[in-house]
């Protein structure tokens, strides 16, 4: 999406709350969020795939609310006993948690492999620990320390870092990066596409969030700070980054920044400068290679 339509879109979107209060706002921006994530349920199988799929719900005690997940199991699972690679996958902002299913063709790019995807709720949070005062958005501790053992203990998954990846888009492509950087040594690949890498230093785009997103959330920017983090990380501890673009994509400068960053790191990486702008077609059409990229690292994915 083009950076003045996605504008537009947000001015749409909130303009019947503008005149409320800040607090009523949020709240009924909340109500709306929540309604989203209640989808139809996921089709069982996906057609000439073999990839089955499920939605779950669960009690989050860390949100104070029911949050949701969807997984995909690739093909045989039933019939089988062992335990699969993970790859959790982060959606953008104004997203559903199962909009990689809804906007790609992931279950066909993931049926050459025997991997279990796990599309994530993430809100319109940024996947942060909320610095607000009071706040229960507490979105980094609710993945690491309930939603991958919820997962971990319902489906057979293999927990050691050399069988789990994280991939995101957009504002999920942040969220990946911070996830990598707050837990390493967690993770063997981390793939963003697209991703808003800057978003807290990027204060053009807080404003434009502002409507929906309590800048405060931050906090301390040196500790959400992807570069920042990034340059004092330990390369030892950090995985393979997989970075996708588009060549018209307005978050291209940050994430040729990235880039850049990862070089003089040393950390091992790739980047992809493919056509098009910030569209689901584009981050579409890279997935085949991503999940390639992942095959070549994670040997168990491949089929036996």
Same mark, same amino acid.
């Given at each position: 999406?083009?950076?003045?339509?996605?504008?537009?879109?947000?001015?749409?979107?909130?303009?019947?709350?503008?005149?409320?209060?800040?607090?009523?706002?949020?709240?009924?921006?909340?109500?709306?969020?929540?309604?989203?994530?209640?989808?139809?349920?996921?089709?069982?199988?996906?057609?000439?795939?073999?990839?089955?799929?499920?939605?779950?719900?669960?009690?989050?005690?860390?949100?104070?609310?029911?949050?949701?997940?969807?997984?995909?199991?690739?093909?045989?699972?039933?019939?089988?006993?062992?335990?699969?690679?993970?790859?959790?996958?982060?959606?953008?902002?104004?997203?559903?948690?199962?909009?990689?299913?809804?906007?790609?063709?992931?279950?066909?790019?993931?049926?050459?492999?025997?991997?279990?995807? %796990?599309?994530?709720? +993430?809100?319109? &949070?940024?996947?942060?620990?909320?610095?607000? /005062? #009071?706040?229960?958005?507490?979105?980094? @501790?609710?993945?690491?320390?309930?939603?991958?053992?919820?997962?971990?203990?319902?489906?057979?998954?293999?927990?050691?870092?050399?069988?789990?990846?994280?991939?995101? %888009?957009?504002?999920? +492509?942040?969220? &990946?990066?911070?996830?990598?950087?707050?837990? /390493? #040594?967690?993770?063997?690949?981390?793939? @963003?596409?697209?991703?808003?890498?800057?978003?807290?230093?990027?204060?053009?785009?807080?404003?434009?969030?502002?409507?929906?997103?309590?800048?405060?959330?931050?906090?301390?920017?040196?500790?959400?700070?992807?570069?920042?983090?990034?340059?004092?990380?330990?390369?030892?501890?950090?995985?393979?980054?997989?970075?996708?673009?588009?060549?018209?994509?307005?978050?291209?400068?940050?994430?040729?920044?990235?880039?850049?960053?990862?070089?003089?790191?040393?950390?091992?990486?790739?980047?992809?400068?493919?056509?098009?702008?910030?569209?689901?077609?584009?981050?579409?059409?890279?997935?085949?290679?991503?999940?390639?990229?992942?095959?070549?690292?994670?040997?168990?994915?491949?089929?036996?």
């Amino acid at each position: 999406m083009r950076p003045l339509v996605w504008i537009l879109l947000l001015a749409c979107t909130f303009s019947a709350l503008a005149q409320q209060p800040e607090e009523e706002r949020r709240k009924q921006w909340l109500e709306r969020v929540m309604k989203a994530q209640t989808a139809a349920p996921a089709p069982p199988v996906r057609d000439g795939s073999g990839v089955t799929a499920e939605d779950v719900e669960m009690q989050s005690s860390t949100l104070g609310r029911v949050m949701h997940y969807r997984v995909l199991l690739p093909a045989g699972y039933t019939q089988s006993h062992r335990h699969y690679p993970v790859l959790y996958m982060l959606h953008g902002f104004l997203n559903p948690y199962y909009e990689w299913d809804r906007q790609t063709e992931l279950a066909r790019h993931m049926a050459p492999y025997d991997v279990i995807v %796990v599309l994530v709720q +993430g809100d319109n &949070a940024f996947y942060l620990d909320s610095a607000v /005062p #009071g706040s229960r958005d507490q979105y980094q @501790t609710y993945f690491n320390r309930e939603l991958m053992p919820h997962v971990a203990a319902r489906y057979r998954i293999i927990t050691e870092t050399h069988g789990r990846a994280i991939a995101g %888009v957009s504002m999920g +492509g942040y969220g &990946a990066m911070l996830s990598i950087l707050k837990r /390493p #040594g967690a993770w063997v690949f981390a793939a @963003t596409f697209a991703g808003a890498v800057n978003f807290a230093q990027d204060t053009e785009l807080q404003k434009n969030l502002a409507p929906v997103f309590d800048v405060r959330a931050l906090g301390n920017r040196d500790t959400v700070d992807v570069m920042k983090l990034l340059a004092a990380a330990d390369v030892a501890l950090l995985p393979y980054v997989y970075i996708v673009c588009g060549a018209d994509d307005h978050l291209l400068p940050e994430n040729l920044a990235f880039q850049k960053a990862l070089q003089e790191k040393k950390v091992r990486h790739e980047l992809h400068i493919v056509p098009g702008g910030h569209e689901w077609i584009v981050w579409d059409e890279q997935l085949p290679q991503m999940f390639a990229r992942m095959a070549q690292l994670i040997p168990s994915m491949r089929k036996r």
